[in-house]
T-cell receptor
Framework: KAGVTQTPRYLIKTRGQQVTLSCSPISGHRSVSWYQQTPGQGLQFLFE???????NKGNFPGRFSGRQFSNSRSEMNVSTLELGDSALYLCASSCTGYGLTDTQYFGPGTRLTVL | KNEVEQSPQNLTAQEGEFITINCSYS?????LHWLQQHPGGGIVSLFMLSSGKKKHGRLIATINIQEKHSSLHITASHPRDSAVYIC??????????FGAGTILRVKS
């Protein structure tokens, strides 16, 4: 089976722009989670989607949003980008319906740089 | 105080040594994850625990729910084990919180 894929792998944007990142889970996986990793804050949980519904959400402002499609592919969007949004954005999928209490399979990440 | 504390922050070991990384948390949890991150960013899930002990190859993870503590052990360490090891807990209320990570370097 192919692993979790994320596109694009690298992205450079300027402040005020918006960005959309894509994640394709492992075939058959219905739960997709998103994470932000920065040198200062480490790994932080953004949100989790299951069957096209947001099931869990971390403590991020409303500029961070996501969605999941019927084929389980997920996108996250960040609007009005700030310098502090520069980070590695990771998505992960899991096999069962237990989501975050199940083994997470991580994608390679999208490295976003905001100038 | 962080909700998830890992120790040590940095660890250097000689090849073949037995390694222990600790994770303590302060609230009730439904699950605990141990993750491994290599340079370049790729993250691999090593274990997901809700009780007891799990073993995979040279890696062993244990959790003590009463003491709110988990340990990750690496036996017969090897330079390829060099990575950042991250503990994450799933708190009741569905909040996933990560530790800051332990940077492990195994020298040959």
């Amino acid at each position: 089976k192919a692993g979790v894929t994320q596109t694009p792998r690298y992205l450079i944007k300027t402040r005020g722009q918006q960005v959309t990142l894509s994640c394709s889970p492992i075939s058959g996986h219905r739960s997709v989670s998103w994470y932000q990793q920065t040198p200062g804050q480490g790994l932080q949980f953004l949100f989790e989607y299951f069957s096209e519904t947001q099931r869990n959400k971390g403590n991020f402002p409303g500029r961070f949003s996501g969605r999941q499609f019927s084929n389980s592919r997920s996108e996250m969007n960040v609007s009005t980008l700030e310098l502090g949004d520069s980070a590695l954005y990771l998505c992960a999928s899991s096999c069962t319906g237990y989501g975050l209490t199940d083994t997470q399979y991580f994608g390679p990440g999208t490295r976003l740089t905001v100038l | 105080k962080n909700e998830v504390e890992q120790s040590p922050q940095n660890l250097t070991a000689q090849e073949g040594e037995f390694i222990t990384i600790n994770c303590s948390y302060s609230v009730g949890i439904s699950a605990l994850h141990w993750l491994q991150q290599h340079p370049g960013g790729g993250i691999v899930s090593l274990f997901m625990l809700s009780s007891g002990k799990k073993k995979h190859g040279r890696l062993i993870a244990t959790i003590n729910i009463q003491e709110k503590h988990s340990s990750l052990h690496i036996t017969a360490s090897h330079p390829r084990d060099s990575a950042v090891y991250i503990c994450a807990v799933m708190e009741y209320g569905n909040k996933l919180v990560f530790g800051a990570g332990t940077i492990l370097r195994v020298k040959s």
